[in-house]
């Protein structure tokens, strides 16, 4: 009984440090924020008076002139035609699959990084840091994020490749779309936040035991799905595709090149916990 309370008390604390990573974090925006607001970072007027103190005299003259509707600068964005996008199709396809390669090549190498960090770490200090909190706090950011595929649809049709991207390359079908009366961009945005609220609830609900199903099936379902939206990834990369509705756009290139390590370490824990649990 103790171990079952210590398990549920470290899973519960987890969860709750994974989804502040989502709001605070990894998503870039708070829940407080609304569509179309400005995304400025929230403080407190304890901050607020520490930062003011802190300020030389022409820094506190400029902050008492600033306007009320301050926005603050826009991040810029590259030269159309320095992107993938305006490129002939054979090079968007060959580069493509170069971006594809280097997050699998990346996936291995960070698995390898964790069995070595298992293998160095005393016995059963990494299995109870796999077992205790990645199917409760991976589970939550899936469930968190396929929720936003309903609340904001919009922003993620933005970047949901159309058919013919890539010099064709891309010609994953929408069965049934008009049938449906959506768009291809809808389709593709709802069928996969459903995939990831459902995946994501199993994934939580096998974590803690509710559900009788063992964790490596959601969590190998969950890394076959972070594998097949990955080219909407790729297309924000190779034509510079904003998600707007108030979401900042990622800055171009190197946002890009922290969110595709955070997709390499995303697969990998899913490999972990499909392969090695």
């Known amino acids: 009984a103790l171990k079952t309370k210590t398990t549920m008390f470290m899973s519960i604390r987890a969860a709750c440090i994974y989804a502040c990573l989502i709001y605070h974090g990894v998503a870039g925006f708070s829940p407080s924020c609304r569509r179309g607001s400005a ?21 506190q003259d400029k902050f008492n002139n600033m306007p009320n509707n301050y926005m603050p600068p826009p991040i810029p964005r590259p030269d159309p035609s320095i ?23 990346g996936t291995c190498i ?12 005393p016995d059963g200090w990494f299995a ?10 991976l589970g939550l950011i ?4 396929g929720v936003s595929h309903f609340t904001v649809a919009d922003a993620f049709c933005r970047i949901v490749p159309p058919r013919g991207t890539w010099g064709g390359l891309w010609q994953v079908p929408a069965p049934l779309a008009e049938e449906l009366g959506l768009t291809y961009a809808e389709y593709h945005t709802y069928w996969t936040g459903i995939a990831e609220l459902l995946g994501g609830l199993l994934l939580v609900g096998s974590g803690f035991g509710i559900f ?13 799905l972070v594998f097949a939206i990955t080219p909407a990834n790729i297309y924000m990369y190779t034509h510079d595709a904003e998600m707007g509705n108030g979401i900042p756009p990622i800055p171009y290139p190197n946002g890009h090149y922290g969110r595709a390590v955070a997709q390499m370490v995303l697969l990998a824990f899913f490999w972990k916990l499909t392969f090695h649990y």
């Open 39 to 59: 995304l400025l970072p929230r403080t407190t007027s304890a901050s607020v008076s520490f930062q003011l103190q802190s300020m030389l005299p022409d820094d």
């Open 83 to 105: 992107l993938i996008a305006a490129r002939d199709g054979s090079t968007q396809q060959n580069a493509v699959f170069a971006i594809t390669a280097a997050i699998a090549l």
């Open 110 to 121: 960070i698995v390898s990084l964790l069995n070595g960090l298992e293998n160095v770490l």
């Open 128 to 137: 109870a840091w796999r077992d205790y909190t990645w199917p409760a706090g």
């Open 142 to 145: 899936f469930m968190a994020a």
């Open 212 to 224: 009788d199903v063992d964790v490596r099936i959601p969590a190998g379902l969950l890394g076959l």
